[in-house]
């Protein structure tokens, strides 16, 4: 039924203007389309939608991931460069910032809002 159809990730924010800032300057993704209250950004082959919502930051989940390959050290140090700090989960082996080991590496971080986002190797 649906295997078919394109998909986008949706996130919930306080303020659109502080995520617009955050997922353009931070995260270098593109606004394809939006208002006062809705954004729509490129992100790879699908959309990233950002809504205003006062439930914004409360899902204790990933709210959005990408695999990054082996690219995940250098857009680390990268987003680290501007400003990103990354959680750290115990029980998980870690290097630095960058959790897991050989070659599945995994690393997470918080919007503005306290959206978990996650980057991944594979």
Known sequence: MLKDTDSAAIIAVRDL???RDFYT???GLTVVKGDDNVIELKTGGTTLVIYVSKFAGTNKANAVVWGVGD????????????GVTFEH??????????HGGGDFKMVWFKDPDG????LNSM
């Open 17 to 19: 203007a502080r995520a």
């Open 25 to 27: 300057n931070v995260l």
């Open 71 to 82: 690219q995940i050290e250098t857009i680390v140090a990268d987003l680290k460069a501007k």
């Open 89 to 98: 989960y115990d029980g998980m082996p870690r290097t630095g910032d960058i």
């Open 115 to 118: 959206n978990i986002l996650h």
